[in-house]
C-alpha cells in the first residue's frame, strides 16, 4: 500500500475513504450491517484513512436517525490502531442551509459526542468542519491545542479554508491538514498549494471526481432520488451540464484507454501525480468503485502530462456544485 503524509506525523494510505455516502446525502442511507459491510472491504482493499462527520446523518425508513459515525466506529474499533480516523464538528444541517457553530463549548460537545458514536477515546484528525464567521480562527485553534493537550484528538484541520484564515490558525496551533472541495472540475483552491506546501500541511481533496460524476459512469438519463441524494440538484448532472462536459469526459476517456485505466483512475491520478501533500477521499458504497478509486495511486501521470491536461481545463466552461 503506497502511503503519503498526513502533516508531519502520520502516514494515511494515498487514497483515503470519504464515509459520507453511508448515510448522508445519498439516496436512503444503507442499514449499520450494509454500510459496514462495505467499510470492512475497505479495510480489506488497504484503506487506513476515513473520513466521517458528526453531521453526516440521513432518517432510516422506520424515521430514526443513521449515524455515519456509529457505523464507521463499529468497523474501525478493532483495527483501531491501525488506521487513521478522522471527523468534523462545527456544521448542523439546517432545513435548506448549513449552520455553522464553532464557539469552544460547542467544539467539546461535538467531540464528545463524536466519541461516544465512534466507541474510541481519541479522534486522529478533527476538523472544523466549515468556518464560523462568529469565532475568530485564534479562539478555535486555541481550543483545538487545549483538546491535543488532553489527548482527545491528535491533530486538527480545517475544511474550506482560505489562506488567511489558515494563516491566522496555523500561528496559535498548527494545522495538519485541509479538507476543501478539489477535482479537475473543481480548481478554485488551487492558489492554496503553495501555503500548504510551505507549512507542511496535507491537502485533503473532498470530492475529488466531482460527486462521481468523473466516474464516466453517469449520463444524461441517469436519476437520483430526490430530496436524499444531492446529486438531483447538482448542476454538472443537468442535461447543460453534460453538454459542457463533454470535451471532458472524452478526453478522460482517450487518456483511460491509454493508460490502461478507467476515466475516475485518471481524475484521481492526475492530483496525485500532481503534488506529493494531495491525498484524496473519494467515497462509495460499491466495492468495486472502492477498489477502482485505491488503485488510482498505481497509475502515472507525467508533469507533461499533467499540463496539458490543465492547459485543457483552463479552455473548458464547466458546470459543478460549488462553482465559484
Not at 189 to 209: K, Q, R, W
Request: hydrophobic share 35%; aromatic share 8%.
Amino acid at each position: 500500500m503506497q502511503k503519503r503524509n498526513l502533516g508531519k506525523s502520520m502516514k494515511v494510505s494515498s487514497v483515503g475513504l470519504g464515509c459520507m455516502g453511508i448515510t448522508h446525502a445519498s439516496g436512503t442511507p444503507l442499514t449499520k450491517a450494509e454500510g459496514m459491510k462495505v467499510l470492512e472491504s475497505a479495510l480489506e482493499i488497504g484503506y487506513n484513512f476515513f473520513d466521517t462527520a458528526e453531521c453526516y446523518t440521513g432518517t432510516n425508513p422506520d424515521g430514526t436517525v443513521a449515524y455515519n459515525e456509529e457505523v464507521v466506529g463499529a468497523v474501525l474499533k478493532p483495527v483501531r490502531n491501525k488506521v487513521i480516523l478522522a471527523s468534523k464538528c462545527g456544521v448542523t444541517h439546517g432545513k435548506d442551509h448549513l449552520i455553522m457553530d464553532s464557539r469552544p463549548q460547542s467544539i467539546r460537545k461535538a467531540l464528545e459526542g463524536s466519541l461516544k458514536r465512534l466507541g474510541t477515546d481519541y479522534i486522529d484528525l478533527y476538523y472544523q468542519h466549515r468556518i464560523d464567521p462568529k469565532v475568530e480562527p485564534e479562539e478555535v485553534a486555541g481550543t483545538m491545542s487545549d483538546l491535543m493537550k488532553e489527548g482527545k484528538i491528535r491533530a486538527w484541520g480545517i475544511s474550506e479554508t482560505d489562506e488567511a484564515y489558515l494563516r491566522r490558525a496555523h500561528s496559535v496551533c498548527p494545522v495538519t491538514a485541509i479538507q476543501n472541495r478539489y477535482s479537475m472540475m473543481a480548481r478554485w483552491y488551487e492558489n492554496l498549494f503553495p501555503v500548504v506546501e510551505e507549512l507542511g500541511i496535507t491537502y485533503v481533496a473532498f470530492s475529488p471526481l466531482a460527486n462521481g460524476f468523473l466516474s464516466g459512469q453517469y449520463n444524461e438519463k441517469s436519476s437520483f432520488e430526490k430530496g436524499a441524494d444531492f446529486r438531483s440538484n447538482m448542476p454538472q448532472y443537468t442535461p447543460e451540464g453534460f453538454e459542457k462536459s463533454r470535451e471532458l469526459l472524452q478526453m478522460l476517456r482517450d487518456m483511460a484507454a491509454e493508460k490502461n485505466a478507467t476515466p475516475g483512475q485518471i481524475s484521481l491520478a492526475w492530483m496525485l501525480c500532481k503534488k506529493p501533500f494531495i491525498v484524496p477521499i473519494p467515497g462509495s458504497r460499491k466495492p468495486e468503485r472502492l477498489k477502482e478509486n485505491f488503485e488510482a495511486a498505481n497509475i502515472c501521470l507525467s508533469q507533461d502530462e499533467i499540463a496539458v491536461i490543465d492547459e485543457k481545463l483552463n479552455t473548458m466552461e464547466l458546470l459543478v456544485f460549488g462553482g465559484h
